[in-house]
């Protein structure tokens, strides 16, 4: 018969507009600004830089070794290292990035920084409303605009962070133990050096 | 071969055009709703009859090719999800695929069990959105669309969590996937397909059986067998055309030779068939997906020893294909022991299922073009590359 086919599609519309009012399966919009969908932990959006305890500048794990520039499929990272050292993580003087600037208007998401990256420093940020009236400065972060505490790492990728706080622990063990039985060799090596010639010794250098 | 596009366009119509009145020249495009994107049709019309159609490409031309030569292997990997935005694990799978032949990488059982998972979760979203854009044309003003757009909707949150994207995913490395589907992922997936059954028999309560989509597309755009292998068409179309030919089961890439699934063919070479094949295709990706998410061994989900920075292939060449949801995807290199590609270049599915649009629309009306170029299946990106 013409139009069976038409009425049992309308059927199927039917069912699916009744279907909408008692089924979450079938309604699966939200009033976006209003209601939101929570994110999945894995989301990314754009990259951030981490830094541990109170102080941003202090506290930034990048050591400006330049492998995310490097390996940016866009080329929308620049850096410029430091003239001076600061300690890091384990206590070890390492250069750090006097300027650090993502073009983000350049940037496409893809987490190649945050894969190459040795030091755990760069990580996505899941934060994705950013629009801005000014399409230059408004979207090239700086540093400073980049830097996100642990705190927050943790809050938007939880499982990711704890693993990453486990392996800088275990490496910053490792590294202090290791400073302890070079320096427990030093010491047991300089003794009698010490006790020989004192005045050599006490040289700096 | 020699003839010049002015020649082409000024060459005489090949079908006979009623003597009265003038011949009208209209460019559908670039800004046409139906285009898909950015895509210009130069018709030549005689009353509402098509007699000439030139396709006019690269409004979305980004230097792909001239990028993969210049960026290194990993780097290229994100690019190739901007292809077929639609369909970008496929295309990362198909990149992947040629790095691995140029560089002899072995990938392991469970990665590829996750690539076949997710390419057929492709696949099926794509074909669904692909039939709800081609009713869209016919004028079903958005019903079927927002059908298919809500089940590609949970494929799309279940690659977002997996990937932390759900259309630029990057996830395939060479050698493997970047992070393990768990076992939180997995039931994920065995939940929308169990589901997605129920999906595809209302898609088709909604569709097959309706008698306006059958008179618009039985008969309408129809592809002669001949002259599809002739143009080097792939995928839905060629089949839809009734020629069997399907890489999965032809060059047995990955671990397609374990599974049990069928090639749906067409007979008639028209839209509906186009529209059947890719019903019956997106049934069979299900039987493909329930073996694979049964059979998903444990173990590593990348080779250890894999390369991932610092990649200086030996030079040699190597061509990766796979039949991706438009066709054949395929991805050519050539290496000068270099960090990038000495030549790159890809061989886009939709690109050269657009060749024979000219063929399809002469002799149809205006109206009926539009669903003619819905039913080859494009996606812009991959065609200007």
Known sequence: MLGEGLLKGLGETARNFAGSFVSKERLTTVQYPEEREPLPEASRAFPFLVYDGADWEAGLRCVACQICEKECPPKCIYIEKSKDKKPDYVGKPQIYPAKFDIDISVCMSCQICVEVCPFEAIKMDNQFELATDDRFGGLLYDRKELARSNEYYHKIHPTEAAEVDARLAEEKAKAEEKAKAVAAAAAAKAAPAMAAKPAEGAQPQ | ?385
Request: glycine content about 10%.
């Open chain 2, 1 to 385: 071969m020699s003839e010049s596009l002015l020649e082409a366009w000024n060459r005489p119509p090949t079908i006979e055009v009623d003597g009265e009145g003038e011949l009208l020249e209209v460019a559908m495009g670039p800004h046409h709703p139906s285009t898909h994107g950015v895509f210009r049709m130069d018709v030549v019309l005689d009353g509402e009859r098509v007699i000439k159609l030139k396709p006019v490409f690269g409004y979305l031309h980004r230097n792909h090719e001239q990028i993969g030569q210049t960026v290194g292997y990993l780097q290229m990997m994100p690019y190739t999800d901007r292809l077929d935005y639609f369909c970008s694990l496929t295309n990362n799978w198909a990149y992947a695929l040629a790095v691995e032949k140029l560089v002899g990488q072995a990938v392991p059982e469970r990665a590829e069990y996750i690539r076949v998972i997710l390419a057929e979760l492709t696949r099926i979203q794509n074909h669904a959105s692909t039939i709800g854009f081609l009713t869209q044309e016919m004028g079903a003003s958005g019903t079927p669309l927002m059908y298919a757009f809500r089940e590609r909707e949970k494929i799309l949150d279940l690659f977002e969590s997996l990937t932390g994207s759900r259309m630029m995913c990057n996830y395939m490395r060479f050698g493997g996937c970047r992070v393990d589907m768990t076992e939180a992922h997995l039931n994920a997936a065995r939940k929308i397909v169990t589901g997605l059954p129920r999906f595809i028999d209302e898609f088709e309560n909604l569709l097959t059986s309706n008698e306006i989509l059958m008179a618009r597309s039985q008969g309408m755009g129809v592809l002669k067998p001949d002259l599809a292998v002739n143009a080097g068409i792939t995928g839905p179309m060629l089949r839809a055309s009734g020629v069997n030919y399907d890489i999965r089961k032809v060059d047995h890439y990955g671990i397609y030779d374990r599974f049990s699934f069928r090639v749906p063919l067409g007979e008639h070479g028209d839209i509906y068939d186009r529209y059947m094949v890719r019903v019956l295709e997106m049934r069979e990706s299900l039987k493909i997906l329930e073996q694979a998410l049964k059979d998903i061994p444990a173990g590593p989900f990348i080779d250890p020893k894999a390369k991932i920075r610092g990649f200086k292939p030996k030079p040699g060449e190597a061509y990766g294909r796979i039949e991706a949801p438009k066709g054949e995807l395929g991805f050519y290199l050539i290496s000068d022991g270099g960090t990038s590609p000495y030549r790159f270049r890809i061989r886009p599915p939709s690109f050269i299922n657009l060749t024979v649009l000219e063929d399809m629309c002469i002799g149809q009306n205006v109206a009926d073009v539009v669903v003619v170029f819905g039913s080859v299946d494009i996606v812009l990106g991959e065609v200007d590359r």
